[in-house]
C-alpha cells in the first residue's frame, strides 16, 4: 500500500470530475483527508486560513472559468505560508498542449502534467514518484 498523506487538494471547475477523482483517491487509500474546490478564489480563501494545513499533493485543473491554473499559482506563490513549498503540485488536463508543457516547465512550483481523468492507477504512481514508501 502506498503511503497514506495527510492531505490532497482537487481543484477543478467541475463538479463531477472532482467527485470522480475523490472515489480515485479513496480506491488508492492514499490520503486521510481530500478537500476539493471548484473555484481558485475559494482554494486560495481555504489556503490562506493558518489552521489549515497546506496539503501535501494539490491537483489543479489547467483551463478554469474565472481563474485560471496559472493564474491560481501566482496567487499561490504569494501565500505567506512557508509550507507551501513543500507541496507536489501536479496540473491535469484533458489534452497535453506543448504551450502549457512550455508553460509549466518555466514554472518551478509545477511538478507534472498528467491527463485527465485521474485512475487508481495515475494516483499510485504519483505517489509513488514523489514521495517515500514506506512499507
Given at each position: 500500500?502506498?503511503?497514506?498523506l495527510?492531505?490532497?487538494?482537487l ?14 483517491i ?8 481530500v ?12 489556503l ?10 494539490i ?10 491554473a ?9 501565500l ?56
Amino acid at each position: 500500500m502506498p503511503k497514506q498523506l495527510e492531505s490532497i487538494l482537487l481543484l477543478d471547475d467541475n463538479y463531477s470530475t472532482n467527485f470522480i477523482h475523490k472515489k480515485f483517491i479513496a480506491y488508492a487509500n492514499c490520503a486521510k483527508n481530500v478537500v476539493d474546490f471548484q473555484s481558485g478564489i475559494d482554494a486560495l480563501e481555504y489556503l490562506k486560513i493558518p489552521e489549515n494545513p497546506i496539503p501535501e499533493l494539490i491537483f489543479i485543473d489547467i483551463n478554469m472559468p474565472i481563474m485560471s491554473a496559472w493564474e491560481f499559482l501566482e496567487n499561490y506563490s504569494e501565500l505567506e505560508r512557508e509550507d507551501k513549498d513543500n507541496a507536489v503540485i501536479i496540473l491535469l488536463t484533458t489534452s497535453l498542449s506543448p504551450k502549457d508543457e512550455e508553460k509549466a516547465a518555466n514554472i518551478g512550483q509545477i511538478n507534472g502534467i498528467w491527463l485527465k481523468p485521474l485512475s487508481e492507477e495515475k494516483i499510485n504512481a504519483i505517489i509513488q514518484k514523489y514521495f517515500e514508501i514506506n512499507d
